[in-house]
């Protein structure tokens, strides 16, 4: 299996990206026409928030297929330990 084929989220991880990219780009704007500060922090406050998202779904993604494939398949036991180490995975 290839590597694409495992990752089918990476389209959709990609489309936030874009949008955070322009988000962030919208804010370079603002504070260049000095927005107030308040207004800039909330801003970026999202764009981190998002960047945040698209790591999380990520690592999700990854933790999903990519140790899936590398065990054999989801025993019963396997998929309570893979999906509780996505549990604390919000931790880090």
């Avoid at 389209?11 to 990219?21: M, Q, Y």
């Avoid at 928030?49 to 690592?59: E, F, S």
Wanted: proline share 3%; with cysteine.
């Amino acid at each position: 299996m290839s590597d694409a084929a495992l990752h089918l989220s990476h389209p959709e991880i990609a489309k936030r990206l874009k949008r955070a990219e322009g988000h962030l780009r919208s804010i370079v704007g603002m504070i260049e026409v000095g927005r107030p500060c308040l207004e800039l922090a909330q801003q970026l406050h999202a764009v981190e928030k998002a960047v945040a998202n698209a790591k999380r779904a990520l690592i999700h993604d990854h933790i999903d297929h990519c140790l899936e494939h590398a065990t054999g398949g989801p025993t019963a036991e396997a998929r309570r330990s893979i999906e509780e180490f996505k549990e604390i995975t919000k931790y880090l």
